[in-house]
């Protein structure tokens, strides 16, 4: 794959930020966009509603160049959010939440060889990476069970098997350790630079793109089979942490969802709604919509808020009455919806720039992020897997 000749450093990228003057956008994470337009070889940057500032490039960013830049997707290609019906006789959160299997502990394709799971598997795990199967990770990932709430547009929705009151899966993961590695073998030797090779660099993402998939179908799998419910093709699965070639340019996405003509689930927080949008941006937006909230507190600042605020059970039982397992106490308080903008304001930003139509909204029932110590799922998974041990 060829790459174009680079336009002078004097003149940098274009940055359009689709966001309203009512929108709390860092200044920092701006600083971070026109240092990405100064880049040799860039061309535009796409600024979404819930941009923030990330490690070395900002989160909430499209951005399209003649050179090939690795470090501006990040470590963990593939990362996306996937939306999976499930239906299920009852939905008591209480109840379902205690019956979330451990999302901590991978699949081993030879100890758990027998896991239901499996059966959404089709061919050879991409890159042979077997590390981490099945589970969610940690930082803002989470697998929800939510609720269709309001539909905005009945036959879209229809179109998408979904209605009012239905019962769903939302899946945000990406590709765990294999982008982490992917990133790491270019940057040991070429830091921030330029891909030398941009066809292996995009074999290798590629790859990873595929991991993260078949890895939010897996843990979709684990957790309709422990609720007692039959698993299903997701309606939605669109990767916000990818790249690709639109006539000839590559399109570095971090935190940014495709937008061509693609169903998004734009995820609020584990305390609001999210939102299910049809997705129409075009070349000033780089064919691309937000994500997701987006963070307007650090995690240092959100630990340190939150612990002021509020205690540890207040965290457990949010605002719309849904329940979130996380035995790690750091990361509620890291991830309290507070930490993040409001949703409806993301929304109404890709609105009124024309970006994205609303289908409908999701409202969470329970919340997963890590598993509670304590739940009986946990314990009897761990005495099941201290007998396989045994046996073997």
């Not at 089979?225 to 340019?249: F, M, S």
Request: net charge neutral; charged share 25%; proline share 7%.
């Amino acid at each position: 794959m060829s790459q174009h000749q680079s336009p002078p450093q004097s003149t940098p990228a274009t940055v359009t930020v689709f966001a309203s003057p009512a929108s709390w956008i860092e200044s920092e994470a701006l600083t971070q966009c026109r240092q990405v337009a100064a880049l040799p070889g860039m061309i535009h940057v796409a600024a979404m509603p819930d941009l923030h500032p990330g490690k070395g490039a900002p989160v909430g960013a499209a951005m399209a160049s003649t050179v090939l830049y690795p470090f501006l997707v990040g470590s963990d290609i593939g990362c996306g959010i996937a939306v999976f019906p499930i239906r299920l006789k009852r939905a008591v959160p209480e109840r379902l939440a205690a019956r979330f299997p451990d999302l901590d502990r991978p699949l081993d394709p030879e100890r758990d060889a027998d896991d239901p799971a499996w059966a959404v598997v089709a061919g050879d795990i991409p890159a042979g990476h077997v590390d981490g199967l099945g589970t969610v990770g940690r930082g803002n990932h989470f697998v929800e069970l939510a609720r269709v709430d309001t539909v905005f547009e009945p036959g879209h929705a229809s179109r998408l098997g979904l209605d009012a009151g239905d019962l769903v899966l939302v899946v945000h993961t990406g590709s765990r350790g294999l982008g982490e590695r992917i990133l790491r073998a270019h940057t040991e030797v070429h830091g921030a630079g330029a891909a030398p090779d941009p066809a292996a660099y995009l074999a290798a993402h590629d790859d990873a793109v595929r991991w993260g998939s078949l890895n939010r179908r897996l843990l979709a799998a684990r957790v309709a089979h422990a609720l007692g419910a039959t698993p299903t093709e997701p309606v939605v699965d669109q990767c916000h942490n990818l790249l690709e070639v639109h006539d000839g340019i590559y399109l570095h996405r971090k935190g940014a969802a495709p937008g061509d003509g693609r169903d998004v689930l734009v995820a609020g927080t584990r305390g609001t709604a999210s939102y299910l949008v049809a997705a129409h941006a075009g070349p000033d937006a780089n064919h691309s919509v937000a994500h997701g909230a987006g963070r307007k507190m650090s995690r240092a600042d959100a630990l340190r808020r939150s612990r002021a605020k509020h205690t540890v059970e207040e965290l457990r039982r949010t605002p719309v009455g849904s329940l979130v397992v996380c035995g790690d106490r750091q990361l509620l308080f890291e991830e309290a919806p507070t930490a993040y903008k409001r949703i409806e304001r993301v929304i109404a930003d890709l609105v009124d720039h024309d970006l994205a139509t609303p289908v409908a909204t999701t409202v969470p029932l329970v919340t997963y992020k890590t598993p509670d110590a304590g739940s009986s799922t946990t314990r009897s998974e761990r005495r099941d897997d201290r007998r396989r041990r045994g046996r073997a």
